[in-house]
């Protein structure tokens, strides 16, 4: 009973890499890896990390009412820029009227 398919061949590297390439020396730790260790040892510290984490996933309410939230901005935009512009020529009449 033969096999229609071919011979498989043995896979060989394209190159020879030096040893320092196929086994690198391991990274350091860094701080934030000791901050890390600390946290997930502290089951008090782990429910935390994990409340935030669950807090940064929600849906917020400006993404479920991208309409109401865009409006609502350039009302307030409109207005905040308004009142600089008016300000802004107060305090221009005020400079140029020479009354202390």
Do not use: C, K
């Amino acid at each position: 009973m033969t096999s229609d398919r071919p011979p498989g061949h043995e896979h060989r590297a394209r190159v020879d890499l030096p040893q320092w390439m196929r086994q690198p020396t391991p990274t350091r730790r860094s701080p934030a890896r000791y901050v890390d260790d600390l946290i997930e040892g502290w089951p008090a510290l782990r429910a935390a990390r994990r409340a935030v984490w669950h807090w940064h996933g929600r849906t917020r309410w400006s993404e479920s009412h991208p309409n109401i939230v865009a409006v609502l901005s350039f009302v307030v935009a409109a207005v905040l820029g308004a009142t600089l512009v008016t300000g802004a020529y107060y305090l221009l009449a005020l400079a140029t009227s020479g009354e202390n």
